[in-house]
């Protein structure tokens, strides 16, 4: 059972609350942060407090909050669609809005102007770079990257990144709050696009493409060799780890005479390409490499939220 801290250590205002807006608002106010979650409409704000209420009452059914928890965190997360007032007091504001830098420029510069220069302006930014959006502001040594990974509730990792700009002051507040809300943060010393968890991600599935593009296995088989093979052991062992324990003499002979054989393909293969050419985007809108009818649909949210859970209360024991 997690119970949330008794001090306060930032009023924070989360800007969005879709998909990882409205699981950040619920990190911190589980927590005891209070936080002002922001949505464009009222449709937006409701369907990210509906997102909350139906986390909470799996994190219940669960045996990671009890029952009153429910009302207590929903207590601390205050709704509005009214920028204004959701940065109206706030001592670190994090932004979740769509991956573009346009969009962040425009939202940061009018941070910029509403909060007193005490304010963290953090972006939730997964691939864009912190100092690009914290460019043509007054005060940018407050701004930085805080990257969560979905769902953030759940996934204890965040990814921290200065901006050219940044200070030091500026990014230990960063990880206190991260900290304090439980999360397990990373600093990235250098801005490359995808900072390190989408790198690994991406290599990964990068070769994943090309082994189904080449025919070498199905994409059930593809996924069950992680699912039942490296992803069972990295959990406990990354990468690095991995070959210390497997021996570097070893990882070194086999990424020799196997590294020429990777994919080192410079953009989506062309079954991926194909599959969005025809509309098919995966489980959002219903077709992907897999079809995602409404049962499939439930089971495998149902297993992924169930295991991730599982790695949390493993991770408090």
Partial sequence: MIVPGSTEIERLAVI???????????????????VKMYGIDQKDVQ????AVKAKLKTLFEKDLIMQNQQDQILEKITCTDSLSEAVSGATFIIECIPENLALKN??????????????ILATNTSGLSPSLIGLNL??????????????????????VLRSKFTNDHTFKRAIDLLKFMNKK???????????????????????????????????????????????RRLPVTGPLLSADMGGLDVFASISDYLFKDLSNADQSSGKLRDLIAQ????????????????????EMNYKREEQLIQFLKDDIN
Wanted: hydrophobic share 40%; aromatic share 12%.
């Fill in 106 to 119: 425009d939202l940061f510069v009018k941070l910029d102007e509403m909060c007193n220069e005490g304010v």
């Fill in 47 to 50: 369907n990210g407090l509906l």
């Fill in 138 to 159: 007054k005060h940018p040594q407050r701004t930085l990257a805080t990257h969560f990974w979905n769902p953030a509730h759940l996934i204890p990792l965040v990814e």
């Fill in 279 to 298: 509309g098919h985007f995966g489980q959002k809108n219903g077709e992907g490499y897999y079809s995602w009818n409404e049962k499939f649909t439930a």
């Fill in 185 to 231: 943060p990373i600093e990235v010393k250098k801005e490359v696009p995808g900072m390190v968890g989408n790198r690994l991600q991406f290599a990964l599935f990068r070769e994943a493409q090309f082994l189904l593009e080449q025919g070498i296995a199905s994409k059930e088989d593809i996924d069950a060799a992680v699912t039942y093979g490296i992803g």
């Fill in 16 to 34: 969005g609350c879709g998909t990882m807006g409205h699981t950040i608002a619920l990190n911190a106010a589980w927590f005891g942060i209070q």
